[in-house]
């Protein structure tokens, strides 16, 4: 069973910064691109940021330019540096597989930001 396991969230003054960590237990971390995702009350989730297997990333325009993506294949841990904060971002982050096909959520990490 695939579990992922969030950590780093905290309370951040806009403009701050903070670097959430991922590490998936089991098999199944190298090869597969991986994805942030956000929780903010009342929406839905919503995919925030991709690598791949090589390195290669993506982001939502909303924090595109703030937020980088990283992954160390040999640990079995995703990265989120987040930049420039802003209020908007307060949400609880997840991190699962990028695609159709997701492991079990796990508990999130939450950020607060604070204006």
């Known amino acids: 069973q695939v579990q992922p396991v969030e950590s780093g969230g905290g309370l951040v003054q806009a403009g701050g910064s903070l670097r959430l960590s991922c590490v998936v237990s089991?098999?199944?971390?190298?090869?597969?691109?991986m994805s942030w995702y956000r929780q903010a009350p009342g929406n839905e989730r919503e995919w925030v940021a991709t690598?791949?297997?090589?390195?290669?990333?993506d982001y939502a325009d909303s924090v595109q330019g703030r937020f980088t993506v990283s992954r160390d294949n040999a640990k079995n841990m995703m990265y989120l540096q987040m930049s420039s904060l802003k209020v908007e971002d307060t949400a609880v982050y997840y991190c699962?597989?990028?695609?159709?096909?997701?492991?079990?959520w796990g508990q999130g990490t939450q950020v607060t930001v604070s204006s």
């Open positions: 699962n597989r990028f695609g159709t096909y997701k492991w079990s």
């Open positions: 690598v791949t297997s090589a390195g290669r990333a």
């Open positions: 089991g098999s199944g971390f190298n090869g597969n691109a």
